[in-house]
């Protein structure tokens, strides 16, 4: 039977939302501090996606400065009626619902409206559109009473984008005292589905669910709950974390959910909540996510639309990379170096190396106008400039170092692979000690690691290894370098993170040193994000006129080895 590969959308890209309009589907995900914010993609059979733009995707539109990197814009929900699509998200600040808002577009591609404030407490808002035309939002807060969390909702008036009417608290979820999370409403032979995450996101995330028979309630506890964890499922299952779901159907009646999970190595995750497809079908009762197993799969049943549209198998084999648009594959990553100068050949068509064959990951030579560039809590724009071809970027130092909490000069992209490389070449001078640029493998702003050209105390450039951990910067290695353009590389795999420099005249690498994988995961840096790769500059708090150049960046899955 065809299968496709799970996750579908590698990296972070935590807390997805669905909808359908006609033969098309269009998914979200949260965002964070990234910018820009809220990523849209669309897919044809759900199996292979494409990003389409991001829903946030103009300056100023929220004020991210300030905040945790786990902070920012969360969860959204995605949904079509009468014409018009419509995202819904909140601003968190200090892991709680500072504003929630909604904002609108005719065309998935944009341009979106400005955010719209919403009175809406709490997280994780969502909309539904009732038969009579009448529209709901839903979310979760505090307990008023007993809790510790509680679903509510309030009518939602579509001309004025304004909540309207009483608050209608809806349910405090099946498992007691796990905070009810992520609420999704749909309606299916006159009965209410309400769809939460109980458990908190990590191990004990589940599914859960109740229904009504009038949209505003009372609703009662789906006995079933959890209709869908991997909470038991014991350190051999390599899915874990599974729930906040979305559903949604086929136009040939199939039903499917989104829905997060991570792929921990020995306890601890560094790619983010990934984007997980499962079947669904559905009884009086309700839903019932994967009938066959129960479970999330990395090899799931294609949905009938993929295999009726596919062109050939769309499930590529693991580990296989597209390199051009025809689907040849990529030789895995040239350790040593595939060019004259140990830079890898010109690229062609942009690469991709998505689970099924899809855009999903981009590979190989980076075009830093591509959508899966970010950069930390606004726009970097004026001191992070792609090269007019695209295949490199400028970089004025900016004095916030990656540690700050404002913008710093930083562009970043999901890391989507556990075995990766990471390699680019780049030109930069320091005038003292303080002025750095180079490579990022950036978890969180106290948590990251960079491999950057500088200058010691003598004026000597060299290249150095910098961790940073719970507050502290620490030097782990160190390489004097010749010139002041030189090849950095990392490369990760289930062990560890190693740094490499080359001088562009050497014939060998250098390696620095090798930090445990561990060290980037979620579980040890916490907060809810996944490992980003980048590039960045600064002077440490000061003011310079220093600029680097990056010739080009690229990166590479390993072939995952089986078993
Ligand atoms: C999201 C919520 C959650 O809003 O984490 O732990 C938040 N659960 O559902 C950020 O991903």
Known sequence: MPAFRNPVLPGCYPDASICRVGE???????????????PLFHSRDLVRWRQL??????????????????????????????????????????????????VTADDPAGPWSDPVPLEAEGIDPSLFFDDDGRCWLTACRDAVQGGPGELWMRELDLDRLKLVG???????????????????????????HLI????????????????????????????????????????????????HADLVDTPVGEWWAVTLGVRPIAGTHTLGREVFLVPVTWTAHGPVFAPETGAVRLSERLPSIASAQSDGDPATPAGQAHSGPDGDTAAPIDRTHSGPNGDPAAPSGRAHSGPNGDTAAPIGRAHFGGLE????????????????????LDIDLAPEPLSSTGVPAFLGRRQQHVRFGARTRISFAATRPSEEAGLAVFQHQDHHATLALTVDADGQAQAVLTVREAGTSTRQASVPVSTGEVLLAVDGDEAGYTFRVKDPTAAQWISLARIERSFFSTERAGGFVGVYLGLYATANGHASAGRARVHWFEYQPEPETAG
């Open 24 to 38: 098309d589907f269009y998914l979200v995900t949260s965002s964070f501090t990234y910018f820009p914010g809220l």
């Open 53 to 102: 733009t991001h829903v946030l995707d103009r300056p100023g539109l929220l004020t991210l400065e300030g905040l945790d990197v786990s902070d920012g814009v969360w969860a959204p929900t995605i949904r079509h009626h009468d014409g018009t699509f419509y995202v819904v998200s909140t601003l968190a600040v200090n892991r709680q619902g500072s504003l929630t808002f909604v």
């Open 166 to 192: 009483p608050t209608h608290v809806l349910w405090q979820g099946a498992v007691r005292g796990a905070w009810v999370e992520a609420p999704h409403l749909y309606k299916r032979n006159g009965v209410y």
């Open 196 to 243: 939460a995450a109980e458990g908190g996101t990590e191990s004990n995330h589940s599914v859960t669910a109740a229904r009504s028979g009038t949209v505003t309630g009372p609703y009662v506890t789906d006995p079933r709950s959890p209709l869908l964890t991997h909470r038991h499922r014991g350190p051999g299952e390599p899915i874990h974390n599974v729930g």
């Open 373 to 392: 560039w970010n950069s930390l809590r606004g726009p970097a724009g004026d001191r992070v400039r792609p090269t007019a071809d695209g295949s490199g």
